[in-house]
């Protein structure tokens, strides 16, 4: 994943509101009114919340007559998912190394 979208990603995702939006998106397609209706908030700045998640890649609209539905697009999640297992895998070896290093030294000095 390139280094812009994946600030994006992060970006949208550290939101409250953001990641509710998402969480309401779980149960699938829905309209922009739907999505506002937990929020104490207008539509407008709903909208605003929708533009950044859409711009991130995290979900994706589709005009139908007068409504806009949401949808969730996975694709950026699952890269930024990616992302977060490599480094976590990465992490996690470097740990056991200065964790069998201490080991080994401590057994060195008994």
């Given at each position: 994943?390139?280094?812009?979208h994946l600030d994006l990603v992060f970006g949208a995702?550290?939101?409250?509101?953001?990641?509710?939006?998402?969480?309401?998106?779980?149960?699938?397609?829905?309209?922009?009114?739907?999505?506002?209706?937990?929020?104490?908030?207008?539509?407008?700045?709903?909208?605003?919340?929708?533009?950044?998640?859409?711009?991130?890649?995290?979900?994706?609209?589709?005009?139908?007559?007068?409504?806009?539905?949401?949808?969730?697009?996975?694709?950026?999640?699952?890269?930024?998912?990616?992302?977060?297992?490599?480094?976590?895998?990465?992490?996690?070896?470097?740990?056991?190394?200065?964790?069998?290093?201490?080991?080994?030294?401590?057994?060195?000095?008994?």
């Amino acid at each position: 994943m390139n280094q812009d979208h994946l600030d994006l990603v992060f970006g949208a995702l550290s939101d409250a509101t953001r990641r509710g939006i998402l969480a309401q998106l779980s149960a699938g397609e829905t309209n922009v009114s739907a999505l506002a209706a937990p929020y104490q908030m207008s539509q407008p700045a709903v909208s605003k919340h929708l533009r950044v998640l859409e711009k991130a890649g995290l979900i994706r609209r589709e005009r139908r007559g007068r409504e806009n539905f949401v949808a969730v697009n996975t694709v950026r999640a699952e890269e930024a998912r990616d992302w977060i297992a490599h480094y976590t895998q990465f992490w996690k070896q470097q740990f056991d190394a200065v964790d069998d290093y201490i080991k080994n030294t401590m057994e060195k000095k008994k």
